[in-house]
């Protein structure tokens, strides 16, 4: 088979159990999936008491934002990106029609903002799912390793936008457990939730925590163990007293005494009024190979990205002898294409602020019987 005339993107991911080697190929029609490359800039690292918002490199430092307290000024963030135009996406998708667009797959950098803002401004009824690529700085030399054609990539992005209809799914896996009931949101800026059920958020926490029997003693102001995890779940609009996440954000610390959390950085905090709940993973289990192959989560025409543990876990917890060997097992998944990393992804639904998962075992996709990929 020749591919000397087709666009070809990628990139190094993680393996998706402990020992194993994955690999997964999709070939796809271009009539109605169109390549990109993106070099749109996204967050800068944070400097000391400031924090940039998302521009192309060759652009002023005139966005800066303040940052106090580990807060983001979301509302000024946002507000800035809404001034992009079609001309900031990547040149591919200028000439895409924004009712055209369904879904938009890529494989990004660690700092995927720019391109998804954009995305989410030019393509407002459509999805988007990124998978931020395994570090590689010990396997190439680059922070990360994308391809695209014939060239061998460390920053930016490459992905596919797709023109037909496309559903996007996003599961969680059973090791993450519900804390107590739902909550509604009664105070937020930023990435902080200030007040829930307009009490303090991080009491509300530390209380499901010791009634679910977990170890608090290594707590100071909510610095958590390493091998436990805690996360805020947003559960869809008007949804039932228990539902399955609609969103899932990490929580990065907690202040008994002032009572804010903090979310991952990247993260802009669910409003006032948005129902919530606490969920838990005190250790991950590393997958095994028929765990892909029997996953519910996982179905035929199906592109899929998951976080998974970092190697660094799969050797202190997921192997006996403390280090990763080869089973000698083969697994093929005809008709599904499943990519992981230890960055996690990204994703938004039509209409959504895009938002970064990084939770261990949980899987987004996007299907559609069109699809011909494999994974091995």
Known sequence: MD??????????SAPLSSGCISCSIALLNPRNAISFRSTIAGQEKTQVGRWHAFRRKDERNEEDLTLLEGTVDWDRLWKSNSRRTRKDLPDELTRLDAEHASSILYFSDLSPEGLSSAISESFPGASQLGLLASSTPFITG????????QQILDSGA??????????????????IQPLGDPLDVTGSEGN???TLNFSNPTQLLLSRIRAAGIDTTSFTAIRFKDDTEF???????????????????????????????SLNPQTMAPPAGARVQFF??????????????????????????????SLESLRDG?????????????????????????????????????????????IASISNSQFSPTQK
Request: proline share 8%.
């Open 192 to 194: 902080l939730i200030n």
């Open 280 to 309: 838990h993973c005190r250790s991950v289990k590393p997958l095994s190979l028929e765990t892909w192959r029997d996953s519910a989560s996982i179905r035929h025409g199906t592109m899929a990205f998951t976080t998974v543990s």
């Open 158 to 175: 490459v992905g596919v936008a797709f023109t037909t209809p496309r559903s996007l799914q996003f599961d969680i896996p059973d090791d």
């Open 3 to 12: 591919f000397s005339s087709t666009s070809s993107l990628g990139c190094l």
């Open 142 to 149: 680059r922070p990360v390793t994308l391809f695209h054609n």
């Open 318 to 362: 997921g192997d006996e002898e403390g280090k990763l060997k080869s089973t000698g097992e083969e697994l093929v998944l005809e008709n599904q294409f499943v990519v992981g990393s230890e960055n996690g992804f990204v994703l938004s639904r039509a209409g959504e602020c895009p938002w970064s998962c990084t939770a261990p075992g949980c």
């Open 231 to 261: 996360y805020l779940s947003v559960l869809p609009p008007l949804s039932p007293s228990v539902s399955a996440p609609y969103q899932l954000h990490a929580i990065t610390a907690g202040d008994p005494s002032r009572g804010t959390l």
